[in-house]
């Protein structure tokens, strides 16, 4: 009887095992298959050598751009219900209500090791901000907040014609 405890022991692994991997599920198979699939893409499509980046540029471009600290005036427009409602000239770009200078999270060790807590911020407060955007005005440096549409823009005299059609290449060109 012992024996035969200890056969079962030691071959029941090996026969769940065998039988496991005769019962593949759907879902194991499609895995399968789009891995196949992928793979041969890979090989029939490599990806190509890229010279430059568009995309990279455009950023590159941006955060130069909207970094200029020294002399950055834009313009934005407000919208509720899709309709202008305000414009404003404004001294640098608006910013995120929940951009903050610190990050948000802090790791506090307690006696059952390291855990991670929110952090306050620098005024002491916890919690966040509602959605939504801040900027300055130009002129009177007013600090107003809005949580609604805006298009902002860093040339200030880029008419925002709300009700314009896109011009075509053609009329551009």
């Known amino acids: 009887m012992k024996i035969q405890r200890i056969l079962l022991i030691c071959l ?14 759907t879902s194991q198979t499609e895995g399968r298959q789009l891995e196949k699939n992928h793979e041969r893409l890979i ?4 990806l190509p050598e890229l010279k430059t980046s568009q995309e990279r540029l455009n950023l590159v471009k941006r955060h130069q751009r909207i970094n200029n600290t020294s002399n950055l005036v834009g313009k934005i427009t407000l919208f ?7 414009s404003f000239l404004t001294k640098g770009k608006p910013t995120s ?9 802090q790791i506090t060790n307690f006696s059952g090791g390291p855990v ?15 959605e939504g955007i801040f900027f ?7 600090y107003i907040e809005w949580s ?13 014609n709300t009700t314009a059609s896109t011009p075509s290449v053609e009329q551009v060109r």
């Open 116 to 130: 991670t807590t929110e952090a306050p911020d620098h005024d002491g407060t916890y919690g966040q901000n509602r």
């Open 148 to 160: 609604g549409d805006y298009v902002w823009v860093d040339n200030v005299n880029l008419p925002l």
């Open 43 to 46: 090989r029939e499509v490599p």
């Open 80 to 86: 509720q219900e899709g309709k202008p409602i305000a």
């Open 12 to 25: 029941l692994p090996l026969v769940i095992a065998a039988t496991d991997k005769g019962c593949e599920n």
């Open 97 to 105: 209500l929940n951009a903050y200078l610190t990050g948000q999270d």
């Open 136 to 142: 300055f005005t130009l002129q009177e440096d007013a």
